[in-house]
């Protein structure tokens, strides 16, 4: 399974807007990126009356759309589906790493994203995370990553990335 790590932070940390911003930092230095994105609304991918939509509502508990240039698959559930189950979903010749947004209760390592600006403080660094990113300096046994510098933060995880992954060779 390809290695997973978690951008975590409260909403409004910035965790989209860093990834979008590290994906291609990632993908120039040869990494095969793939993302899981928590939401806690109710996502829709199908719209109303599409043929799709039209499956999953006649009771097809999975659906394939398919075109040219992509494919998805949707599939109906009655509980959350857990972190690994999601993550086994990917193919592994087109994932070297998982970044995952959200899920911060899971049990994985996570680089933990906080705003000055923000009103909640800064949770405090549990085990599973490996790197504080901040837009100010805080007293952290973690190392610490400039918020406004994805540079800096792809180039930590992609030596956190062959560290991880030579150990599992």
């Known amino acids: 399974m390809p290695i997973m790590l978690g951008i975590t932070g409260y909403s409004g940390s910035g965790k989209t807007t860093l990834l979008e911003k590290l994906l291609p930092e990632l993908a120039h ?7 899981i994105k928590h ?53 592994p010749q087109l994932t070297d790493l998982i970044l995952v ?3 911060k209760q899971e049990p994985i390592v996570k680089i933990l994203l906080h705003r000055q600006g923000m009103t909640k403080p800064c949770p405090p660094c549990d085990g599973y995370v490996i790197a504080l990113a901040t837009d100010y300096p805080v007293q952290t046994s973690v190392p610490m990553l400039d918020i406004n510098n994805p540079a800096q933060i792809a180039t930590f995880i992609l030596d956190w990335y062959k560290k991880v992954a030579n150990k599992e060779q």
Request: with cysteine; charged share 20%.
């Open 101 to 103: 947004e959200g899920f």
């Open 29 to 35: 230095v040869g990494l095969k990126v793939s993302v």
């Open 39 to 91: 939401s806690h609304h109710n996502a829709q991918v199908d719209k109303e009356g599409k043929d799709s939509w039209r499956m999953k509502e006649a009771g097809a508990s999975q659906v394939i759309m398919a075109c040219d240039n992509r494919w998805a698959l949707m599939t109906e559930t009655s509980t959350p589906t857990s972190l690994h189950y999601l993550a086994q979903q990917f193919d």
